[in-house]
């Protein structure tokens, strides 16, 4: 298996408008009437006649029991976005099968999104409706077919909020472990300690080992995992970590999310089967003709998440 630039993922984006996201005004008599059940693809009923309001608008259509969105939270969500005075649908999640993942609250995504979604617990359906300045400004996003004087709606269902760091996992520890692997220490959900005994042989092949197994939904193809993660190479040298801050903005990295089976082979693929909650280590040899103990790579990732569109894993 080939392994690609692994250990400096960025939270992947589902879709060009995931790269969409600014507080609530309240709701208005005039919003579109949405209607279908959370985590289904939502019908948006615009009435003719009516003229949105030049403020952000927003409601919180149904009311989740999770925790609340906070300011730089790594959200999942699916979404589906239309223009107000065309109806057009120009983007949605549910269509694709997998939902978005971004950091919110911090400018990676339209201001409406920013301000809309953060305080929102997760679990709730929210309708926005986005003046331009909300949404894409006077250059609008010709990509999508919106231009710069068009007001914009989104359904979104917020399925998950993650947090930068503090995570805690419900996980039991697995008994009887090879012995010939790198050894980890540190809680589930803190930043691991990874050393590889003198001694220890290099991998020839992926293998993937439990340390601690959770209880939550497992990693499936076709479905968004959410995961923190410490990577080393054979030598014991760090790579990269979720836990570590970015060199350019100085801030944590935090929770990165990864689709499994996507067209673009990935090394989270191997984690098919891994229940959310889990420790777990991850080896990977290196590529032929390059040295074992510098390429091969022993990665400590705890799953903290697993999404899918349509409905709840």
Same mark, same amino acid.
């Given at each position: 298996?080939?392994? +690609?630039?692994?250990?400096?993922?960025?939270? /992947?984006?589902?879709?060009?408008?995931? *790269?969409? =996201?600014?507080?609530?005004?309240?709701?208005?008599?005039?919003? +579109?009437?949405?209607?279908? @059940?959370? =985590? @289904? #693809?939502?019908?948006?009923?615009?009435?003719?006649?009516?003229?949105?309001?030049? %403020?952000?608008?927003?409601?919180?259509?149904?009311?989740?029991?999770?925790? #609340?969105? *906070?300011?730089?939270?790594?959200?999942?969500?699916?979404? $589906?976005? #239309?223009?107000?005075?065309?109806?057009?649908?120009?983007?949605?999640?549910?269509?694709?099968?997998?939902? *978005?993942?971004?950091?919110?609250?911090?400018?990676?995504?339209?201001?409406?999104?920013?301000?809309?979604?953060?305080?929102?617990? *997760?679990?709730?359906?929210? &309708? /926005?409706?986005?003046?331009? !300045?909300?949404?894409?400004?006077?250059?609008?996003?010709?990509?999508?077919?919106?231009?710069?004087?068009?007001?914009?709606?989104?359904?979104?269902?917020? &399925?998950?909020?993650?947090? %930068?760091?503090?995570?805690?996992?419900?996980?039991? +520890?697995?008994?009887?472990?090879?012995?010939?692997?790198? %050894?980890?220490?540190?809680?589930?959900?803190?930043?691991?300690?990874?050393?590889?005994?003198?001694?220890?042989?290099?991998?020839?092949?992926?293998?993937?080992?439990?340390?601690? !197994?959770?209880?939550?939904?497992?990693?499936?193809?076709?479905?968004?995992?959410?995961?923190?993660?410490?990577?080393?190479?054979?030598?014991? @040298? +760090? $790579?990269?970590?979720?836990?570590? #801050?970015?060199?350019?903005?100085?801030?944590?990295?935090?929770?990165?999310?990864?689709?499994?089976? @996507?067209?673009?082979?990935?090394?989270?693929?191997?984690?098919?089967?891994?229940?959310?909650?889990?420790?777990?280590?991850?080896?990977?040899?290196?590529?032929?003709?390059?040295?074992?103990? !510098?390429?091969?790579?022993?990665?400590?990732?705890?799953? /903290?998440?697993?999404?899918?569109?349509?409905?709840?894993?």
């Amino acid at each position: 298996m080939r392994r +690609p630039a692994l250990l400096l993922l960025p939270v /992947l984006l589902a879709g060009s408008l995931a *790269a969409c =996201g600014g507080t609530s005004s309240g709701s208005s008599s005039d919003l +579109p009437t949405v209607s279908g @059940a959370f =985590g @289904a #693809k939502p019908k948006v009923t615009i009435d003719k006649g009516t003229k949105p309001a030049k %403020q952000l608008d927003s409601e919180v259509l149904k009311q989740g029991d999770g925790p #609340k969105v *906070a300011k730089g939270d790594l959200l999942v969500a699916d979404y $589906l976005g #239309k223009v107000y005075k065309s109806g057009k649908v120009f983007d949605n999640s549910y269509d694709r099968g997998q939902p *978005a993942a971004f950091p919110i609250g911090t400018g990676g995504v339209i201001p409406g999104w920013d301000k809309g979604l953060v305080g929102v617990k *997760a679990g709730s359906r929210v &309708l /926005l409706v986005l003046p331009p !300045k909300e949404g894409y400004g006077k250059a609008g996003n010709s990509q999508a077919g919106i231009k710069g004087s068009d007001t914009l709606v989104f359904v979104v269902d917020v &399925l998950g909020s993650y947090p %930068q760091t503090g995570i805690t996992m419900k996980n039991t +520890p697995v008994s009887g472990l090879p012995t010939d692997l790198p %050894q980890v220490s540190g809680e589930p959900g803190t930043k691991a300690v990874v050393d590889i005994p003198a001694g220890t042989t290099p991998p020839k092949q992926p293998v993937v080992t439990v340390l601690d !197994k959770g209880t939550g939904p497992v990693v499936a193809k076709g479905k968004l995992a959410v995961f923190d993660f410490t990577a080393v190479n054979w030598t014991g @040298a +760090p $790579l990269s970590s979720s836990f570590d #801050k970015d060199t350019t903005t100085g801030k944590v990295q935090g929770p990165q999310a990864v689709p499994i089976g @996507a067209e673009q082979p990935s090394p989270f693929d191997l984690l098919v089967g891994v229940p959310a909650g889990s420790r777990v280590l991850l080896t990977l040899p290196a590529q032929t003709g390059t040295d074992a103990n !510098k390429e091969s790579v022993a990665v400590v990732i705890d799953v /903290l998440g697993v999404h899918g569109t349509a409905k709840e894993s």
